[in-house]
């Protein structure tokens, strides 16, 4: 007996991942059955209906929409007078640094 079923798979829209464990497409019956899974795993919705896995949602969404980044957090080198400064993105995990030079007064310029 040959017996027909339709289902649904959801793939991210920018890696082509599919929703499920690596190497297991998860299926689901219907689309809507489909989209609490989607939201549990923190994939995104993007522009047009395009799903976003969590890996590319938020790297995608701070492209078009800026970093939500951390304040500054300094790291002195007593011994050289200089600082470096670390930031990160709380949404994607950017990585930003910059070096400072620590003045008599102990004061960055």
Same mark, same amino acid.
């Given at each position: 007996?040959?017996?027909?079923?339709?289902?649904?798979?959801?793939?991210?829209?920018?890696? $082509?991942?599919? =929703?499920?464990?690596? $190497?297991?497409?998860?299926?689901?019956?219907?689309?809507?059955?489909? =989209?609490?899974?989607?939201?549990?795993?923190?994939?995104?919705?993007?522009? #047009?209906?395009?799903?976003?896995?969590?890996?590319? #949602?938020?790297? =995608?969404?701070?492209?078009?929409?800026?970093?939500?980044?951390?304040?500054?957090?300094?790291?002195?080198?007593?011994?050289? @007078? @200089?600082?470096?400064?670390?930031?990160?993105? =709380?949404?994607?995990?950017?990585?930003?640094? @910059?070096?400072?030079?620590?003045?008599?007064?102990?004061?960055?310029?």
């Amino acid at each position: 007996m040959v017996q027909v079923h339709t289902c649904a798979s959801v793939h991210c829209d920018q890696c $082509g991942d599919s =929703l499920g464990s690596p $190497g297991v497409e998860a299926y689901y019956p219907t689309e809507d059955a489909a =989209l609490d899974p989607v939201a549990a795993a923190g994939w995104l919705a993007g522009p #047009g209906g395009r799903l976003w896995c969590s890996a590319c #949602g938020p790297v =995608l969404t701070c492209e078009a929409d800026g970093h939500q980044f951390s304040p500054w957090c300094r790291a002195a080198d007593s011994a050289q @007078r @200089r600082a470096r400064e670390h930031r990160i993105c =709380l949404r994607c995990g950017l990585h930003e640094s @910059r070096r400072v030079t620590v003045l008599f007064g102990g004061e960055p310029r």
